[in-house]
């Protein structure tokens, strides 16, 4: 069984940067496809970035240009890079492990306890 802690989170000020990290614990990650998710307050959670286990990445058209998913399989973890954040960025960041298949990332059941990200001047 895979266990998934976020970490990084926190209060920044509009046009700041995160670093979001995903460790996971129990198992290796390098099959899986790794997704980062976020819910904000009032909102349906979305897909915001996933990367394939070849490395293939692919974002929401909100965030690109802006934000960087990596991974790192040698120490199982996964990353989003955030910059020039904006206020409607604010949200509870969830990593997940999931499958890419026919061009689409499917979520499976592994979740992590997600990270408050807060854009605010």
Known sequence: ?????????????????????????????????????????????????????????????????????SRDNAENTVYLQMNNLKPEDTAVYYCNLGYYTRGTYLAADYWGQGTQVTVSS
Not at 27 to 53: C, D, M
């Open 1 to 69: 069984q895979v266990q998934l802690v976020e970490s990084g989170g926190g209060l920044v000020q509009p046009g700041g940067s995160l670093r979001l990290s995903c460790a996971a614990s129990g198992n290796t990650i390098s099959f899986y496809a790794v997704g980062w998710y976020r819910q904000a307050p009032g909102k349906q959670r979305e897909l915001v970035a996933h990367i394939t286990s070849e490395n293939l990445a692919d974002y929401v058209d909100s965030v690109k240009g802006r934000f960087t998913i």
